[in-house]
């Protein structure tokens, strides 16, 4: 199944649960229901369903109002860019919000446009930029548990969030991968564990961490892999843990944001941890990052895997 | 004169007195925080509050120091909010710009031009969802009007038939700015007849043409679902005087935010500021006598005095 599919019926599972919720954004209930995501959904919901016009920066307002009125809403957008527009409300009207015991939920789920050639505009991949700004709780999910996860604890909660999944996982077949320790609260979930090297994964780029992990495999390192689903939270014990017990840290992080919570994390195991090797992985962000082009890291399993089997042996 | 006619006469004074008193400690020094005060626009609010119904609720801006006054009709919790007291209306967490109160359904002020219309507008949205007979009243202003979330919402509202009176307080200045030296003229009634929203013009501060408006925008905006704007004329009491070398004579440069400096309360006709229909009291001497006016005004003043004692 692919995983705007996979998505999709989870979006409809949770909406089913929760009477009353408000669904809305452009397209949700038109046309290709932002290329299938929102199919459907508005014969599970007993709630209003809206197709909006294209007003980004009121829609996140509007959103706002409901929940004052006690009344969940979930906004779906196309592309994580059209919140800029709406970043007023995402910080200053959220200031007054926070400082309320809200009785309604407010979710925006945008997806992060990283499918790549979309040119100088249309592609921004900087989930970790807005739930800084506005300290805000953001998660994003790459894979069938750690989404079932994460939309049944989030997508309808009392309060306000972020979810967000990148536009070319959900173009893929759903990764269905085996879950052996998570968060209470969805901050960071661990995939494999091993005792010679944490691979640690930030913002959608766990699939770049399964495939070291498999080179890994075949070459005898046993990796312990996480991926941190949280863009607000950076202090997990647990895979800090993990880091002082190996002693060599692969991080991942397909971000363009330039406040990453990958950096938080990382500050924090540098003050933590004595590192035998450390790799650090993101893109490098240049003028020609702009220009039509793929949005993929280029990674060498090979070589990292090199390194690391180097200092085992060493 | 029947009593609710009389008791509107005598909120409009209160606010002014509270206003003036505000004004008098503000140019003390006594508040850290950035206060806007309304002097001038006491009919306005004395009528949106008459108007409200127990299931209606209102939405603000920077500038909403005097509905949240008429709301509550005592000073001291707003004072007290000023002052970043405990005791304040909000305990101190929301100072001025953002004051609220929701108990008296004021449900959100916000600083931002124009990010009070789109809150206001989800919490209609809300209420339909919830198939809640009640109107929201969304304040705004001249500057607010000319940002996006304006249209945006005049769009959203009347697509959803919401019912919602937006209140547009236009006193032709914003910041230090008039309207003809930052932009065209826009016609409301043209802009709102294309979008599917009512209009309504007031104007000359007259407090029963205000409160009957408003009673029938607010019944036919339940009844149709069709939002309306009011655009409300007025003036903003208090000015100050810009000189530089372009301006060497001074150029005049109406009240804006913090102490009003330049209000001149008139020893006679106190607390009149204006002899003109730009003053909210003027008007109502076409109701009761001066002699009538300095009687309430004085008689207000010491109930004033009783409360924050």
């Known amino acids: 199944m692919r ?47 809206i197709n909006t016009p294209n ?34 409300q995402v910080v200053n009207t959220y200031n007054i919000i926070r400082q309320t015991q809200p009785l309604a939920s407010f979710t925006i789920f945008p997806v992060t446009v990283d499918s790549g050639y ?60 085996e879950v052996i320790d998570q968060d209470a609260d969805c901050n960071y979930f661990q995939y494999k564990a091993g005792d010679d090297v944490s691979i640690v994964c930030f913002n959608h780029s766990l699939p770049y961490g399964l495939g070291l992990s498999e ?59 004595t590192l035998q090797e450390t790799f650090v992985i993101s893109p490098l962000v240049s003028n020609e990052s702009f220009y039509p082009c793929k949005d993929l890291l280029n990674i060498d399993y090979a070589e990292i895997t090199s390194a690391i089997l180097a200092c085992i042996n060493s | 004169m029947d009593t609710q006619k009389l008791n509107i006469v005598k909120k409009i004074i209160w606010l002014r007195l509270a206003q003036v008193l505000v004004n008098q400690r503000y140019k003390n020094g006594d508040f850290k925080i950035p206060i806007h005060l309304a002097l001038g626009h006491e009919t306005i609010a004395v009528s949106v509050d008459a108007a409200m119904q127990e299931q209606d609720d209102l939405f603000l ?13 005592t ?81 959203f509202l009347s697509a959803n038939q919401l019912p919602v009176v937006i209140i547009v307080e236009n006193n032709d200045w914003s910041l230090g700015t008039r309207i003809d030296e930052r932009r065209n003229k826009i016609d409301l009634k043209k802009l709102t007849d294309s979008v599917g929203v009512d209009y309504l013009s007031l104007q000359n501060n ?34 100050w005087y810009l000189k530089n070398k372009d301006n060497p004579e001074g150029k005049f440069i109406n009240y804006h935010a913090g ?34 006016l300095i009687e309430f005004s004085n008689e207000l003043t010491e109930k004033l005095k009783e409360e924050l004692s």
């Open chain 2, 259 to 292: 102490p009003a400096p330049e209000v001149e309360e008139k020893k006679d006709e106190y607390p009149m500021i204006l002899s003109s229909n730009g003053d909210p009291l003027f008007p109502l001497t076409k109701y009761l006598s001066m002699a009538d």
């Open chain 1, 55 to 88: 007003i980004e920066n009121s829609l996140v307002g509007i959103g706002f109002g409901l929940m004052l009125n006690a009344v969940s809403s979930i906004f779906f957008m196309k592309q994580q860019d059209f919140l800029l527009l709406g970043i007023d």
């Open chain 2, 61 to 73: 801006t920077h500038r909403n120091v005097h509905y949240n006054l008429a709301r509550m009709g």
């Open chain 2, 75 to 155: 000073l001291k919790e707003e004072l007290d909010e000023y002052y970043l007291k405990e005791s304040g209306l909000a305990e101190g967490h929301l100072g001025s710009m953002n004051l609220s109160n929701p108990e008296k359904r004021v449900i959100y002020s916000s600083s931002i031009l124009g990010n009070n219309l789109p809150v206001g507008s989800g919490f209609a949205l809300g209420n339909k969802a919830k198939n809640k007979d009640g109107v929201v009243f969304i304040v705004t202003g001249d500057g607010a009007l000319e940002e996006g979330a304006f249209y945006e919402n005049l769009l």
């Open chain 1, 118 to 177: 979309d040119g100088p505009q249309s592609a921004l991949n900087n989930f970790d930029d807005f739930c800084s700004i506005a300290g805000v709780e953001g998660y994003s999910f790459t894979n069938k548990a750690d989404a079932e996860s994460i939309l049944s604890n989030y997508l309808i909660k009392p309060g306000f969030r972020i979810l967000s999944t990148g536009q070319r996982l959900l173009q893929q077949e759903t990764l269905d991968i």
């Open chain 1, 215 to 273: 080179v890994m495999l075949e070459r005898g390192v046993n990796p312990s892999l996480f991926s941190v689903n949280s863009h607000l939270n950076a202090e997990f014990d647990q895979i800090v843990k993990n880091i002082k017990n190996t002693g060599k840290l692969v991080l991942i992080d397909d971000t363009k944001s330039r406040n990453r919570t990958s950096d938080r994390f990382l500050l924090n195991v540098l003050n933590s941890c």
């Open chain 1, 3 to 49: 995983y705007t599919q996979y998505i999709n019926s989870l979006l409809k599972e949770n909406v089913r649960k929760q009477s009353g919720t408000v669904i809305f954004g452009q397209n949700i209930d038109a046309a290709s229901c932002l290329s299938g995501l929102t199919r459907g959904l508005s014969s599970e919901s007993d709630g209003l369903t």
């Open chain 2, 206 to 239: 007259d407090p029963f043409d205000y409160l009957d408006k408003l009673e029938s925008c607010r019944t036919n905006t339940l009844a149709s679902k069709v939002p309306i704007l009011v655009e409300v004329k007025l003036t903003t009491l208090g000015y």
